[in-house]
């Protein structure tokens, strides 16, 4: 009934007193995940190379495409929990399939490594969130801002 979860979560918690993450939350968070990814052979599925933690992040994303986009790249960039954040924060996935939609003749146009650099550009916006200035920053406080980190740096 409705107190299953808790009794559970006493149960588990009791019998292995040495053995953490058995919690409430924590196993309504495993319920969730099986529900995610019913699949028997899990161990197959990229979602089980990531820690708990970064799971927990991307179990946030309603959306499956965009979650399975999150895990490929967690696992090919190996993104840290705090990398992995800042990523689904900013939108990242969205910022992508943007950038996937937009056009050029590049490819066609210009010599291999410059048309490489070209599209590269189109399709990786910068992200300054680490000089802590507003959206609409001006190109003099981008370049003030970027010379203060290189300079606190060292």
Do not use: C
Request: proline letters at 4%; charged letters at 25%; aromatic letters at 12%.
């Amino acid at each position: 009934g409705d107190k299953f979860l808790e009794v559970l979560a006493q149960d588990l918690q009791s019998e292995f007193p040495e053995t953490s993450g058995f919690s409430l939350r924590n196993i309504q968070r495993m319920r969730q995940f099986a529900k995610l990814y019913p699949d028997e052979s899990i161990a197959t599925q990229p979602v089980s190379q990531l820690p708990w933690s970064q799971i927990l992040m991307v179990l946030q994303i309603k959306e499956l495409q965009e979650r399975e986009w999150y895990i490929q790249k967690t696992i090919e960039q190996g993104w840290s929990r705090s990398t992995l954040e800042r990523e689904i924060k900013s939108n990242l996935y969205k910022q992508h399939m943007v950038a996937r939609e937009k056009v050029s003749n590049y490819l066609q146009k210009l010599p291999e490594l410059q048309s490489f650099l070209a599209h590269e550009m189109l399709k990786s916006p910068y992200n300054f969130d680490f000089l802590g200035l507003h959206d609409e920053a001006y190109e003099r406080e981008i370049e003030h801002g970027l010379i203060q980190h290189i300079k606190n740096s060292f």
